[in-house]
């Protein structure tokens, strides 16, 4: 079953923070985010796991809430390379699913 | 390394006819995902393989759709015969031994076009 994320879009000005969430209704193994430019390839954020371990790079954060299957993606002092559709795909009994994408604009 | 690499980029083709869609992933990768994207369904699992079994096919739209990975280093997606439903960008993906604790990397993707 697919993920579900929040919000669809947000339009931010260069600095600005902004929270993506991603959550689901079953039991999960981990999050994985991704995000992708327009005609690109989907790549790679971070990675969390349950229990706590995480994998990932650039000046990006999240955190992943077991008991409640949620996940959420910090993007603090935003820039205009942020920009694009970020993915959260969830693992769930070896099933990968993503969400259906949020769309974040980053304007001068 | 080189990436996952996909052929055609672009294909473009008549209801009816058949496509055979190209994947190459990284040397060394167990796991290899077949995906398609549109605008109206996102991003969908089609199928994906283990040491080039396939484990789950159950996104695989319908019979049309078919896939196989006879080695390690080569996997293919064909839909015979194709549709203009069918149109949307196809993305083949691998990722080391649990693909839950491994980063997947993406191909650059095949933007089919069924008219």
């Known amino acids: 079953q697919q993920p579900v994320q929040s919000p669809q879009a947000v339009i931010l000005r260069e600095g600005e923070d902004a929270v993506i969430n991603c959550s689901s209704s079953k039991a999960l193994y981990s999050v994985h985010w991704y995000r992708q430019k327009h005609g690109e390839a989907p790549v790679f954020l971070m990675i969390?796991?349950?229990?706590?371990e995480q994998k990932g790079h650039e000046k990006i954060s999240a955190s992943f809430n077991e008991k409640k299957q949620q996940s959420s993606l910090y993007l603090t002092a935003s820039q205009l390379s942020y920009s694009g559709t970020y993915f959260c795909?969830?693992?769930?009994?070896?099933?990968?699913?993503f969400g259906a994408g949020t769309r974040l604009t980053v304007k001068p | 390394d080189a990436g996952v690499i996909q052929s055609p980029r672009h294909e473009v083709t008549e209801m009816g006819q058949e496509v055979t869609l190209r994947c190459k992933p990284i040397s060394g990768h167990d796991y290899l995902f077949w995906y398609r994207q549109t605008m109206m369904r996102g991003l969908e699992l089609l199928i994906y393989?283990?040491?080039?079994?396939?484990?789950?096919d159950s996104g695989m739209p319908e019979d049309r759709f078919s896939a196989k990975m006879p080695n390690a280093s080569f996997s293919t997606l064909k839909i015979q015969p194709s549709e203009p439903r069918d149109s949307a960008v196809y993305f083949c993906?691998?990722?080391?031994?649990?693909?839950?604790?491994?980063?997947?990397?993406f191909g650059a993707g095949t933007r089919l076009s069924v008219l």
């Open positions: 969390l796991l349950k229990g706590g």
């Open positions: 393989f283990n040491n080039n079994v396939p484990i789950d």
């Open positions: 993906a691998s990722s080391r031994q649990d693909p839950g604790k491994n980063i997947q990397y």
């Open positions: 795909g969830t693992l769930t009994n070896n099933d990968m699913r």
